[in-house]
């Protein structure tokens, strides 16, 4: 197995959604690519799994329920772990250009290989 495959087998993205469907749909696609995810609704949720174990990307919604949507919440993760890639998805034009300053974003609907160059692009980012 390539390099590459057994770091994607070790690697846990966390993707925060509150639409199950989209969630389930996500976290398939992390998987098909090769790798380990767990999926919350929201920022609350997200907290405990980050206190809870390794986490190598967060891929979030905008767009969240609770106490704080999601680019607030990938600007809180900026600060405290900056080493931590955020990738950040909506539906929404203008949140998405409103975010694209600080975070990449993946345009709502996209495909499993959208999703893979989104995700090397957040963790090369990540290691510059």
């Given at each position: 197995?390539?390099?590459?495959?057994?770091?994607r087998i070790?690697?846990?993205i966390?993707?925060?959604?509150?639409?199950?469907?989209?969630?389930?749909?996500?976290?398939?696609m992390l998987?098909?690519l090769?790798?380990?995810?767990?999926?919350?609704?929201?920022?609350e949720?997200?907290?405990g799994?980050?206190?809870?174990g390794?986490?190598q990307?967060?891929?979030?919604d905008?767009?969240?329920?609770?106490?704080?949507n999601?680019y607030?919440?990938?600007?809180g993760?900026?600060q405290?772990r900056p080493?931590l890639?955020?990738?950040?998805?909506?539906?929404?034009?203008?949140?998405?250009?409103?975010?694209?300053?600080?975070?990449l974003?993946?345009?709502?609907?996209?495909?499993i290989?959208?999703?893979?160059?989104?995700?090397?692009?957040?963790?090369?980012?990540?290691?510059?």
């Amino acid at each position: 197995m390539p390099a590459q495959e057994t770091d994607r087998i070790h690697s846990t993205i966390l993707v925060i959604e509150d639409s199950i469907p989209l969630a389930n749909v996500v976290v398939g696609m992390l998987e098909e690519l090769g790798f380990s995810a767990k999926a919350v609704k929201n920022s609350e949720e997200a907290r405990g799994v980050l206190g809870a174990g390794a986490v190598q990307l967060v891929i979030s919604d905008i767009e969240l329920p609770g106490s704080m949507n999601g680019y607030d919440f990938a600007l809180g993760l900026k600060q405290e772990r900056p080493h931590l890639p955020v990738l950040l998805m909506t539906g929404n034009p203008v949140r998405a250009t409103e975010a694209a300053r600080d975070f990449l974003v993946l345009a709502k609907p996209f495909g499993i290989w959208d999703l893979n160059a989104a995700i090397e692009a957040a963790l090369a980012r990540a290691k510059a």
